[in-house]
Nanobody
Framework: EVQLVESGGGLVQPGGSLNLSCATSGFIFDDYAIAWFRQAPGKEREGVSCYSISDDEAFYADSVKGRFTISSDNAKSTVYLQMNSLRPEDTAIYYC??????????????????WGKGTLVTVSS
C-alpha cells in the first residue's frame, strides 16, 4: 500500500523557518516524483514544489522561489521541504503527493497517484 505521511508543520513567526517531511512507503522511491501542494483557507490548492527523484530535478512556484528548497533522503524514502523567510501568506495545509516517473510542472492533481493527509503551517506573530 502506497503511503505518504507529512510532518513538521506548526506555528512560526514571520521570517522564521520550518522543515516539512514527507515519509513514503509502499513503492520504489526512485521511480517517482514527489510534489508539495498547499491549500490556504478559502483558496484553491496550489502546487508549491516538485522533485523528480531519478533526475534530481526540482521545480518551484514563483511565490516560493528562493525561499523554499526541496530535497530527498533516498535511504529514508523521504522528501523534505525547507521553508525559510516564511510569510503570513504561506499559511496553509501542506500536502505531499506522488507522481509516477518525473514531475509535471506545474503539478496537476489528477496525475498524482497518492496523497498524504497534510500538515498545517501557520505563520503569524
Amino acid at each position: 500500500e502506497v503511503q505518504l505521511v507529512e510532518s513538521g508543520g506548526g506555528l512560526v513567526q514571520p521570517g522564521g523557518s520550518l522543515n516539512l517531511s514527507c515519509a513514503t512507503s509502499g513503492f520504489i522511491f526512485d521511480d517517482y516524483a514527489i510534489a508539495w501542494f498547499r491549500q490556504a483557507p478559502g483558496k484553491e490548492r496550489e502546487g508549491v514544489s516538485c522533485y523528480s527523484i531519478s533526475d534530481d530535478e526540482a521545480f518551484y512556484a514563483d511565490s516560493v522561489k528562493g525561499r523554499f528548497t526541496i530535497s530527498s533522503d533516498n535511504a529514508k524514502s523521504t522528501v523534505y521541504l525547507q521553508m525559510n523567510s516564511l510569510r503570513p501568506e504561506d499559511t496553509a495545509i501542506y500536502y505531499c503527493a506522488s507522481e509516477v516517473a518525473l514531475c509535471t510542472w506545474p503539478p496537476e492533481d489528477d496525475l498524482m497517484n497518492a496523497w498524504g493527509k497534510g500538515t498545517l503551517v501557520t505563520v503569524s506573530s
